[in-house]
């Protein structure tokens, strides 16, 4: 990647820290930092800002994901946007879900509770992977939805969107999916592969506060749903054109996927994410996928010579941001990595490294020599 060391200068934690678990929670850009620190400023001395934040950045996500902005919903994390999903759909006795045992609590915690009355099958890993033809052995007539997560956050296994979604759709079954560990790392094309729903906070891979996230809707299921929740956030934009007027007597939903918001949106949160979508959009999400697959490139083949097991698939399809490779004590290991000024994390009886397109092939080499020291 060109202008590494300018881009560089953006990240002022890599004057302090090399980090590289951009899978849990990412460091603020400069730019970023500047932007709510100045929202922040605006509104304390003058109580209003110059900052232009009305869209919230929807259509800088919706063009990252190939998306129109009326598909697009602020929603304050990942976790909302699948509860909408689960929520809007209908079950007879019989439905059931379909998802996966590698996902993150909250892909499948909004199918288990009892009030749904419907059936969640698990699909098992084989070696950290998801069969395509075990997914198609799983959904069935019965099936309501197919839901997962883009990229898997412990090891950091790929699905193929477009193919889930022709299973799914075969069956008259929707395709969820949760994008937090995808949006701003991996390219994504909701149009192309076909996605129903697809939900992202923005504050792991792109770079943005907490309380900054956005639901998407495919545009002819928008008006076929009725939101679980709705405030004045819901309705039609002309609802607004009399300020001083509102109908309480008539619901008239957004014909939009604002539809599926209630109020306010952490604005603060929305500021910080529209600049850190500029910058991503700006570099281009194809430049930013293959500096990171470079970057895995390396620990991957770094790892397989130090002999450590690798939890992660080596399959370019199947890959992402997301390293894993199993490690003794990974929680000391660790601890130790972060007292010499690295970052990452433990996972699955393993260590989980996740680098961004700021980091560098040197990082890399220092964190495999202090993980030998460690051994």
């Known amino acids: ?15 302090n820290k090399v980090f590289m678990n951009h899978a849990g929670q990412s460091p603020l850009p400069k730019q970023v930092a500047d932007v709510v620190r100045k929202f922040v400023d605006d509104f304390s001395n003058f109580g209003t800002t110059s900052i232009e934040w009305n869209d919230g950045g929807k259509p800088l996500f919706a063009k990252l994901i190939d998306a129109k902005p009326e598909e697009i919903a602020f929603v304050e994390n990942t976790s909302v946007g699948l509860n909408i999903a689960a929520n809007v759909l209908r079950y007879l006795p019989s439905s059931n879900i379909v998802t996966t045992d590698l996902e993150y609590p909250s892909v499948v915690y909004p199918w288990l509770r009892k009030s749904l009355g419907v059936k969640v099958h698990y699909v098992k890993n084989v070696d950290g992977k998801i069969l395509l033809e075990d997914v198609e052995k799983a959904v069935d007539d ?43 790392a991996m390219q994504i094309d909701a149009k192309r592969d076909n996605v129903d729903f697809l939900a992202s906070a923005c504050y792991k891979w792109l770079l943005s506060p907490p309380g900054a996230g956005y639901f998407y809707v495919k545009d002819e299921l928008i008006e076929k749903f009725e939101p679980p929740f ?20 008539n619901l008239k939903l957004s014909e939009t996927a604002s539809r599926f918001e209630v109020g306010s949106p952490s604005f603060i949160s929305l500021v910080g994410a529209t600049e850190a979508l500029k910058m991503v959009l700006d570099i281009g999400i194809k430049n930013i996928e293959r500096r990171i697959l470079k970057l895995t490139d390396q620990l991957i ?8 097991k690798l939890q992660t698939p080596e399959e370019l399809h199947c890959r992402s941001g997301i390293v894993n490779f199993k490690i003794d004590k990974p929680q000391e290991v660790a601890e130790k990595l972060k007292n010499k000024g690295i970052v990452i994390s433990a996972r699955s009886h393993g260590i989980r490294v996740s680098p961004h397109f700021y980091n560098t092939e040197e990082e890399i080499d220092r964190l495999v020599e202090e993980i030998k020291q460690c051994g």
């Open 230 to 249: 709705v405030g004045w956030a819901s309705v039609k934009d002309e609802v607004f054109e009399t300020i001083d007027f509102w109908d309480i007597w």
């Open 142 to 184: 019965n099936t309501v939805a197919v839901a997962v997560s883009h990229v898997e956050y412990v090891n950091g296994f790929r699905h193929d969107l477009r193919v889930l979604s022709e299973i799914a759709h075969e069956h008259g079954a929707y395709l969820i999916v949760d994008a937090i560990q995808s949006a701003g």
């Open 1 to 15: 990647m060109e202008n590494m060391e300018k881009i560089r200068e953006q990240f002022p934690i890599t004057k």
């Open 301 to 308: 083949d770094a790892v397989k010579d130090l002999g450590l």
